[in-house]
T-cell receptor, first 112, second 115 residues
Framework: DQQVKQNSPSLSVQEGRISILNCDYT??????FLWYKKYPAEGPTFLIS?????DKNEDGRFTVFLNKSAKHLSLHIVPSQPGDSAVYFC???????????FGQGTELSVKP | DARVTQTPRDKVTEMGQEVTMRCQPI?????VFWYRQTMMQGLELLAY????????DSGMPKDRFSAEMPDATLATLKIQPSEPRDSAVYFC?????????????FGPGTRLTVL
C-alpha cells in the first residue's frame, strides 16, 4: 500500500525552463510534506517543506504547492539548471509518530 | 561540519553471513532512522529511535534484522543471516525535535550486495 506516490520515474527538461515534479498521497492524516534531492552515491538532502496549513512555500528557485483536496503536491524549479539533475523524493508525515513516508522518487535530468 | 556518518560504505558478502552496518548521528540529534532504498520500493523506513529507545520497527523483517542504539553516538543495523534480496542501499538519518518532525539529515549510505 503506497501512501505516497510519484508516478513519473523520470523527467527531462531544458536548462532555463520550468521543472514540475508531482506527488500524490492517500493518507488524509498527513500534515507535513517535504522534498528531498539525491545525487548518486550520496544520501538524500532536504530541499523544502510545507505544512498543511499552507498551500504554497517558496525558497529561491524552488516552490512547493499543496492541494489538500486533491491530496497532491508539486515541486516547481524555475529556472532549471544542470546542477538540479538528481532524484527527487517527496515525503509526508502525520503528527502521530512523525515518521516520514517517502515516494519512489523522480529522476530529473536538466539538459544544457 | 556536522554530518551523519555510516560505515562501511560498501559491503559485499555471501548469503548466510552476518552483516553489521553502523551509523553515527549528528551530535545532539535525538532521533535516528534506518531506511532501505531499492529500485522497486524507493525509500522504505525500517526502524527508528528517539532518545535511543526504539519507537517503530514495523518495517523491518524481525526474523533476520535487528536495530540497536548502544549509546547516543552509535546506531547499528544487523542482518543475520543475510539473503540476496537484502541487497540494497541502507541509509541512516538523524533529526532533532519531536520524532525528527522537521527535516532529517541522511548519511551517505551503505551499499550492501549479498551474493
Amino acid at each position: 500500500d503506497q501512501q505516497v506516490k510519484q508516478n513519473s520515474p523520470s523527467l527531462s527538461v531544458q536548462e532555463g525552463r520550468i521543472s514540475i515534479l508531482n506527488c500524490d498521497y492517500t493518507n488524509s492524516m498527513f500534515d507535513y510534506f517535504l522534498w528531498y534531492k539525491k545525487y548518486p552515491a550520496e544520501g538524500p538532502t532536504f530541499l523544502i517543506s510545507i505544512s498543511s496549513i499552507k498551500d504554497k512555500n517558496e525558497d529561491g528557485r524552488f516552490t512547493v504547492f499543496l492541494n489538500k483536496s486533491a491530496k497532491h503536491l508539486s515541486l516547481h524549479i524555475v529556472p532549471s539548471q544542470p546542477g538540479d539533475s538528481a532524484v527527487y523524493f517527496c515525503a509526508a508525515s502525520a503528527f502521530q509518530g512523525g515518521k516520514l513516508i517517502f515516494g519512489q522518487g523522480t529522476e530529473l535530468s536538466v539538459k544544457p | 561540519d556536522a554530518r551523519v556518518t555510516q560505515t562501511p560504505r560498501d559491503k559485499v558478502t555471501e548469503m548466510g553471513q552476518e552483516v553489521t552496518m553502523r551509523c553515527q548521528p549528528i551530535l545532539g540529534h535525538n532521533t535516528v532512522f534506518w531506511y532501505r532504498q531499492t529500485m522497486m520500493q524507493g525509500l522504505e523506513l525500517l526502524a527508528y529511535f528517539r532518545n535511543r529507545a526504539p519507537l517503530d520497527d514495523s518495517g523491518m523483517p524481525k526474523d533476520r534484522f535487528s536495530a540497536e542504539m548502544p549509546d547516543a553516538t552509535l546506531a547499528t543495523l544487523k542482518i543475520q543471516p543475510s539473503e540476496p534480496r537484502d541487497s540494497a542501499v541502507y541509509f541512516c538519518a538523524s533529526g532533532a525535535g519531536l520524532a525528527g518532525y522537521n527535516e532529517q539529515f541522511f548519511g551517505p549510505g551503505t551499499r550492501l550486495t549479498v551474493l
